[in-house]
């Protein structure tokens, strides 16, 4: 199993940045892809960015490309999440995810979930 861990999430005015980190324990060396997903209030779930285990490819939302920017520190076993820009349709639950596969399967249906962290952005 692996655990995922989220951090940094909070309360922002709009036009603000934040960074999230999200560190991954247990059998991290299965872990391909990692990426996260956020999920409104009364929305579903959506993907919003995606990393492959050599950092060289990326993979984002139509909705956060050009505001965002994931990276990864594999011998922290840590993703991060990079948001400028962000005005309140960023609003939502985040979630980390990791993928045995890549972010192809990522995208679909990750193998592991963390718990969350908020993100609010005031107008």
């Known amino acids: 199993q692996v655990q995922l861990v989220e951090s940094g999430g909070g309360l922002v005015q709009a036009g603000g940045s934040l960074k999230l980190s999200c560190a991954a324990s247990?059998?991290?060396?299965?872990?391909?892809?990692m990426g996260w997903f956020r999920q409104a209030p009364g929305k579903e779930r959506e993907f919003v960015a995606g990393?492959?285990?050599?950092?060289?490819?990326?993979y984002y939302a139509d909705s956060v490309k050009g505001r965002f920017t994931i990276s990864r520190d594999n011998a922290k076993n840590t993703v991060y999440l990079q948001m400028n820009s962000l005005n309140p349709e960023d609003t939502a639950l985040y979630y980390c995810?990791?993928?045995?596969?890549?972010?192809?399967?990522?995208?679909?249906?990750?193998?592991?979930w963390g718990q969350g962290t908020q993100v609010t952005v005031s107008s």
């Open positions: 990393i492959g285990w050599s950092g060289g490819s990326s």
């Open positions: 247990g059998r991290t060396f299965s872990v391909d892809a």
């Open positions: 995810a990791a993928d045995r596969s890549g972010v192809g399967s990522l995208r679909t249906r990750p193998d592991y």
